[in-house]
């Protein structure tokens, strides 16, 4: 049948389709000018018609409908159900690495205890260089250049993470049939900056004091809060984010009682002594904080509404002249004879201290909420609270007159 006699068929069909040869069947449109390209076929014995994709005739000429017909039956010849496939690939949607990330991620974040920063990791490090990239599109050195570019950037440990994230992508993938290999298997820990060691920077009370007197001295790339919080983080030897995410409820001033509760990498209640000597300062900060839940509240607009996770670290960066930004700073603090360090070697700083005061005991050890090791962590249930609280007193002597912090009250309410 030829293209005019189609036409004419269509004009004067009087059933649902009529057949133009080699399987292809016309089903005309209802106002008689169109029809529909549908092929009949047979498989296990079953009579199909499919409906071919895209254009209707006289759009998809006779020629290229015979072509997508062939096409078609040698799928069939080797026992493909064409229609059985179209729905299988309409269902799929796991596509591109992003589509596969959301997938994995989906069960992945009930089993994990911070799931946003796997999700965080993803986002920063590997979505920007293959995340829209098909998941048989991405190779080695993809791979590659995603942990070169981490390691380059001085953060070896999150390259490892980086690495074992897309290793267990491809292995997600892998599993759900979407692809044979994983471009991921071949490195190990060597390529992605070799095994992290553990640090053993604290800083002395020289450096400590050195180190505010640049830092206030660079007060517009080291802001105040900036300043403020490594304060605290030395007075009271927190993790970062238990001092920068803090809302003003968990503070009881009148009790003198800072009230973290499991908000803590161990999970372990405690409750936090606050020393009077350190009390300017969170009048300060509550003067400052302008009505906010939070004592850091986020200085841009963020879902969070708390300081944001790498504030410190980056802020830090610059004044060693380590900036990720495109702006460079200079490198303000090693020539003066302070060796490069990081936000949580502050940490490690407030418990040398403590022993360089002579204090050894396990009232220093849950000051940092650490676990009393060995029997004595079993049987030992005392907090040490009134210890503590002494304690917090005598690293803040030490640490506010080396960051001239005023012992004045501003006589602000802190519990309202």
């Given at each position: 049948m030829n293209v005019k006699e189609i036409k004419a068929n269509i004009k004067s069909c009087k059933t649902l389709r009529f057949s133009v040869g080699d399987s292809l069947y016309i089903k005309?449109?209802?106002?008689?000018?169109?029809?529909?390209?549908?092929?009949?076929?047979?498989?296990?014995?079953?009579?199909?018609?499919?409906?071919?994709?895209?254009?209707?005739f006289p759009d998809k000429t006779l020629s290229d409908a015979r072509i997508e017909a062939a096409l078609i039956n040698k799928k069939?010849?080797?026992?493909?159900?064409?229609?059985?496939?179209?729905?299988?690939?309409?269902q799929e949607t796991i596509i591109t690495m992003n589509d596969l990330f959301n997938d994995w991620f989906k069960d992945k974040s009930k089993e994990v205890k911070n799931p946003h920063l796997l999700e965080r990791q993803y986002t920063k490090d590997i979505k920007p260089y293959i995340g829209k990239l098909k998941i048989d599109d991405v190779n080695a050195r993809d791979i590659r250049a995603i942990?070169?570019?981490?390691?380059n950037d001085g953060r070896p440990s999150i390259s490892t993470k980086c690495l074992n994230l897309c290793k267990n992508l491809f292995k997600h993938a892998q599993k759900l049939d979407l692809t044979?290999?994983?471009?991921?298997?071949?490195?190990?820990?060597?390529?992605?900056?070799?095994?992290?060691?553990?640090?053993?920077?604290?800083?002395?009370?020289?450096?400590?004091?050195?180190?505010?007197?640049?830092?206030?001295?660079?007060s517009t790339v080291f802001t105040r809060d900036n300043y403020l919080a490594m304060v605290l983080l030395l007075v009271f030897g927190n993790r970062k984010t238990e001092v920068t995410q803090a809302k003003w409820e968990e503070f009881d001033f009148n009790e003198k009682i800072w009230n973290l509760g499991t908000r803590n990498k161990k999970e372990v209640y405690i409750q936090i002594p606050i020393a009077d000597e350190v009390i300017p300062i969170f009048e300060e900060l509550k003067r400052k904080s302008c009505g906010s839940e939070y004592v850091f509240p986020a200085r841009?607009?963020?879902?969070?509404?708390?300081?944001?996770?790498?504030?410190?670290?980056?802020?830090?960066?610059?004044?060693?002249?380590?900036?990720?930004?495109?702006?460079?700073?200079?490198n303000l603090l090693e020539p003066k004879g302070i060796k490069h360090f990081t936000i949580h070697d502050l940490r490690r700083t407030c418990r040398s201290l403590f022993a360089e005061l002579g204090y050894e005991g396990n009232d220093v050890t849950r000051y940092l909420n650490h676990t009393i090791s060995g029997v004595a962590g079993i049987y030992n249930r005392y907090d040490y609270l009134d210890e503590r609280r002494k304690l917090a007193s005598v690293m803040a002597n030490q640490i506010l007159p080396r960051a001239k912090i005023s012992m004045m009250s501003e006589g602000i309410n802190l519990n309202e």
């Open positions: 005309p449109s209802k106002d008689k000018k169109s029809g529909a390209w549908e092929l009949r076929y047979t498989i296990n014995n079953k009579r199909h018609f499919m409906t071919l994709k895209g254009s209707n069939i010849k080797n026992g493909i159900d064409p229609l059985a496939e179209r729905v299988r690939q309409g942990i070169k570019e981490v390691v044979k290999s994983n471009p991921a298997a071949a490195f190990s820990q060597s390529d992605a900056g070799g095994q992290t060691k553990s640090r053993k920077r604290a800083l002395s009370l020289q450096e400590i004091e050195s180190t505010f007197d640049v830092l206030r001295e660079n841009k607009v963020s879902k969070d509404g708390h300081m944001c996770e790498n504030t410190l670290n980056h802020a830090l960066a610059k004044m060693f002249g380590k900036s990720i930004s495109k702006k460079s700073y200079p």
